[in-house]
T-cell receptor, first 117, second 113 residues
Framework: DTGVSQDPRHKITKRGQNVTFRCDPI?????LYWYRQTLGQGPEFLTY????????KSRLLSDRFSAERPKGSFSTLEIQRTEQGDSAMYLCASSLWVGWGGQETQYFGPGTRLLVL | GQQVMQIPQYQHVQEGEDFTTYCNSSTTLSNIQWYKQRPGGHPVFLIQLVKSGEVKKQKRLTFQFGEAKKNSSLHITATQTTDVGTYFCAGPVTQGGSEKLVFGKGTKLTVNP
């Protein structure tokens, strides 16, 4: 048990619907990352937060994707107008970043598997 | 931009054979980490290397950080079916004024019993 939880674990939706995923990080961690992973591929970076600030959003991410971390604790990832190509595992990870060149280790949650029909 | 690259992408071995995966960075890394993802699971942290030339062992796994701190390797001696999974390296990369952990694409290991 890594301490990072994600909800739901599985989501089936129809094309065009909106979906929202939640991630609860390890409580003392200040960073939270979202990744997307398709079968046989490595985690693809989507976005990350340090506390409540969204520091970076992947250029691969369309405007249909939005993420929030309003109080610097849990985060939500919303996909609007889902497409079949959005079907993937969405992974959340948290870490404690202590400064430049520091030893940041990411702890992953179990992921949310999305299937868009 | 800065990247973390891994080879090979896939490796299939007979049980008992050795396995090695290599990780290379275009820039010097302050540290490098290795993760393992079992089929159907999520990446799990294995180890972190910090010092130039550092070598660490975990049972049959040997991790090495290059002298220039730009490359790393993971070697598994006498593979077992429990070693099956994808092994990722990750290093801190500076992009857009911030530093974050960037993962390689991974090496998928399959072991034939």
């Amino acid at each position: 048990d890594t301490g990072v939880s994600q909800d739901p674990r599985h989501k089936i939706t129809k094309r065009g619907q909106n979906v929202t995923f939640r991630c609860d990080p390890i409580s003392e961690h200040n960073r939270l990352y979202w990744y997307r992973q398709t079968l046989g591929q490595g985690p693809e970076f989507l976005t990350y937060f340090q506390n409540e600030a969204q520091l970076e959003k992947s250029r691969l991410l369309s405007d249909r994707f939005s993420a929030e971390r309003p109080k610097g604790s849990f985060s939500t990832l919303e996909i609007q107008r889902t497409e079949q190509g959005d079907s993937a595992m969405y992974l959340c990870a948290s870490s404690l970043w202590v400064g430049w060149g520091g030893q940041e280790t990411q702890y992953f949650g179990p992921g949310t598997r999305l299937l868009v029909l | 931009g800065q990247q973390v690259m891994q080879i090979p992408q896939y490796q299939h071995v007979q049980e008992g054979e050795d396995f090695t995966t290599y990780c290379n960075s275009s820039t010097t890394l302050s540290n490098i980490q290795w993760y393992k993802q079992r089929p159907g699971g999520h990446p799990v942290f294995l180890i972190q290397l910090v010092k130039s030339g550092e070598v660490k062992k975990q049972k049959r796994l040997t991790f090495q950080f290059g002298e220039a701190k730009k490359n790393s390797s993971l070697h598994i001696t006498a593979t077992q079916t429990t070693d099956v999974g994808t092994y990722f390296c990750a290093g801190p990369v500076t992009q857009g004024g911030s530093e974050k952990l960037v993962f390689g694409k991974g090496t998928k290991l399959t072991v034939n019993p």
